[in-house]
């Protein structure tokens, strides 16, 4: 069971002013002729914080907090765009998108309830996507039908004709997510896509508790809290600890998220050998060689888990592995990579856990009556 820490992850006190200023993000969504697009989905990767264009496409999202984003616009029928952003100052931004359209053909697969061959692709596609823990096992895909599968040699893909909808009955959230591309290969997946999140509505206080209480555990050990541990220099008080292993050869990954339970040359290290400072206060540059063991000491792995990786006997710590492929990565202070694909799971925890146990970035746990 996870420990509620006392989170002490001092978020500098240039980061806690960061909470109380805010910038707005401001613009148009046009057609490549120039004219506009109505009701189009604008919204911050992986947040609460969205908004539709109205009839002059002009659309407009206020109290986005200071840090790195990635700003997604979205409309049927037209070819998706995003852009990244590093919001350094409490001031208007305007950032307007000109899409093309975009012609979405089918594959030849049937879509129905009664079609076996796709009612298993679909299983496939949700153990990978959504995952297969206990908070993933509590979460839908409600419109299904939206989605096709093909494939071959090995490789399986998905593409969605409409956002898919994802009812999170474990954590509290409903998910509208812009799927772009899915790629599974027998030792590998991929998938490009942005999510934005809303809160679902309590039946009872007993499940609004019951929700505070998974999202404040799925939050602990997460990626996120190891990136504000890293940051803030609190990594053993937060529970982790930091292993190197150079090389590029000394991983075996597992598609159910494992890693190979090969301990030797591996040896800890300090979170100060990994970041180092930026070009600017406000951000920090996750910066290492080979392949990083992070293991979280403050929860054991769960049973869904050690059934996944078929292996009897203890579980033991939550153990993962990460990796710079593209090099060093720029992070800012709420621990948001500037590139969402900068860092690399090669297995473990932080690859097991997926959709199904993801949180909105601006999710921080209660602790003494005080969001940090």
């Known amino acids: 069971m996870k420990r509620l820490l006392i989170f002490v992850l001092l978020i500098a006190s240039a980061q806690l002013a960061e909470a109380q200023i805010a910038a707005t993000i401001t613009g148009t969504i046009t057609d490549t002729t120039g004219a506009p697009i ?157 999510p934005l999140f809303e809160p679902l509505e309590p039946s009872s206080p007993e499940e609004a508790a019951r929700w505070s209480a998974k999202r404040d555990s799925a939050f602990y050990g997460s990626f996120r809290h190891f990136l504000l541990s890293v940051i803030n220099d609190q990594v053993e008080e937060q529970g982790f600890k930091i292993y190197s292993r150079p090389g590029s050869n000394q991983r075996v990954l597992d598609l159910r998220g494992g890693v190979s339970d090969n301990r030797e040359n591996r040896f800890p290290i300090r979170a100060s050998e990994i970041i180092r400072a930026g070009q600017h206060d406000d951000e920090r540059i996750l910066d290492f060689e080979g392949y990083i063991d992070v293991v979280y000491t403050h929860e054991l792995e769960d049973m869904a888990y050690l059934k996944l990786q078929r292996r009897a006997g203890r579980a033991r710590y939550q153990t993962s592995t990460i990796r710079l492929d593209r090099g060093p990565t720029v992070v800012d202070l709420k621990g948001d990579t500037e590139d969402p694909y900068g860092v690399t799971f090669y297995g473990g925890y932080f690859a097991y856990e997926r959709t199904g146990d993801q949180l909105p970035k601006e999710f921080r746990p209660w602790i003494q009556g005080e969001n940090f």
Not at 53 to 67: A, E, M, Q, V
Not at 154 to 161: D, I, K, P, V
Request: net charge negative; proline share 4%.
């Open 38 to 194: 109505a009701q189009a989905n604008v919204f911050i990767a992986s947040s609460m914080a969205g908004t539709t264009t109205d009839d002059n496409g002009l659309y407009r999202l206020p109290g986005i907090p200071l840090g790195t984003l990635r700003l997604v616009v979205s409309r049927i029928g037209y070819e998706p765009d995003h852009v990244d952003i590093f919001v350094r100052e409490a001031r208007t931004y305007t950032q307007d998108f000109k899409l093309r359209e975009k012609i979405y053909e089918l594959g030849e697969l049937t879509v129905t309830s009664n079609n076996r061959r796709w009612q298993r692709q679909l299983e496939r596609f949700t153990n990978i996507f959504i995952g297969e823990s206990p908070n993933a096992q509590e979460t839908t895909i409600t419109n299904p039908n939206v989605l096709d599968f093909s494939g071959r040699g090995g490789e399986f893909r998905a593409q969605a004709s409409e956002p898919l909808i994802i009812e999170n009955k474990a954590l509290g959230y409903k998910l509208t997510y812009f799927l772009n591309e899915f790629i599974a290969e027998p030792s590998s997946w991929r998938w490009d896509g942005e």
